[in-house]
């Protein structure tokens, strides 16, 4: 039986310059197409799902490339709306060592933040799916997008299919405020959440004690208790938390936890030290992996360990998207994690 995923939010023209330079060092940056959701569509394509996505495209050359990227992909299009007049830009320079990467934004009045809310048949597009996954970005992008956020949840809900929401909290977007008033209120139809300590605190007025970021430290009974009131005030009974020890901007560790509400368990995945390539884009594989492994049957530790074995993975790869098999993935979670050359 084949799964299918249905996935919405804004697909974003990715400008970076080659290498580790730094913007305009040369004159030349390199264009690819990713965004949030967008990513998250790419690893389950790949993962062999029937991957549906939907958002907003202009009609002219630049819309027109960025759907015969997703196409590349595997991913469904059937029901990307074409309208608007830009496709969004970010900037993103790959830092290195003690050197942060830097990410501009270039995205206002977008094909998808002034799409009319009633452009996508919601019910259409959710016949058949398993699950409905959406993030934090989608509706901060303005009061139309958040609109179609709402009627894509309620229709995943009427559709029977299970939807997560990665919080995403972007302060360039919207503040504080602005995001728990409209994120908390959709968490009563929500299965799965997927976040960082900082997405907690900002979106949900969830604070992880004991945990701080710029240094690296972790307390898990900090991020038990977190996710306890998460299900507890809000509803949702899967909290996944992606755990990233920042050592550097070349190498950081990386791994999660996952609480089960029903069952009152809380899941602790493995650790990697990843040597980072491209850290963009590592909670959407996470989230992707976390999806995979639970829409295909593995039990909820097997799919957290699953879920940080692709994101680590895709931390070594340059883009935003994922470009792993299951296979490679089981691979690393079985502990083939020495690097050497497949022959």
């Known amino acids: 039986m084949t799964h299918t995923v249905v996935t919405f939010g804004e697909l974003l023209l990715r400008l970076s310059p080659p290498g580790f330079e730094r913007f305009f060092q040369s004159p030349v940056l390199s264009a690819t197409f990713g965004g949030g959701e967008a990513n998250v569509a790419a690893s389950l394509a790949q993962f062999g799902l029937t991957s549906r996505y939907v958002t907003a495209l202009p009609k002219h050359a630049i819309g027109d490339a960025g759907l015969r990227a997703l196409r590349a992909e595997g991913i469904d299009t059937s029901h990307v709306v074409r309208s608007g007049d830009r496709v969004g830009i970010y900037f993103a320079e790959t830092g290195a060592s003690q050197r942060a990467s830097t990410v501009i934004y270039d995205r206002a009045h977008s094909a998808i933040s002034e799409m009319d809310p009633t452009a996508v048949a919601w019910d259409t597009v959710m016949a058949g799916a398993a699950w409905f996954h959406v993030t934090g970005i989608t509706p901060a992008l303005g009061a139309k997008a958040a609109e179609s956020t709402k009627a894509a949840v309620a229709a995943a809900k009427r559709a029977g299919a299970k939807v997560s929401v990665d919080l995403n909290f972007r302060k360039?977007?919207?503040?504080?405020?602005?995001?728990?008033?409209?994120?908390?209120?959709?968490?009563?139809?929500?299965?799965?959440?997927?976040?960082?300590?900082?997405?907690?605190?900002t979106v949900l007025g969830v604070t992880v004690e004991g945990a701080d970021v710029t240094k690296g430290t972790l307390d898990i009974a900090g991020y038990r208790a977190a996710a306890e009131r998460v299900t507890r005030e809000f509803g949702p009974k899967l909290v996944a938390v992606t755990l990233r020890e920042s050592l550097s901007a070349s190498d950081n560790g990386w791994s999660a936890v996952l609480w089960d509400g029903s069952a009152g368990v809380l899941h602790q995945s493995q650790r990697y030290v990843v040597r980072l390539v491209d850290r963009i884009g590592g909670g959407d594989s996470f989230a992707a992996g976390l999806i995979y492994g639970i829409v295909t049957g593995r039990p909820l530790d097997a799919s957290l360990r699953f879920a940080v074995a692709a994101s680590a993975l895709k931390q070594t790869i340059p883009g935003d998207m994922n470009r792993v098999t299951v296979a490679e993935v089981d691979a690393l979670v079985k502990g083939d994690a020495t690097g050497r050359v497949q022959r």
């Open 172 to 201: 360039k977007l919207w503040s504080e405020a602005q995001a728990q008033t409209t994120m908390k209120p959709l968490m009563r139809d929500v299965d799965v959440v997927a976040a960082n300590e900082e997405d907690l605190q």
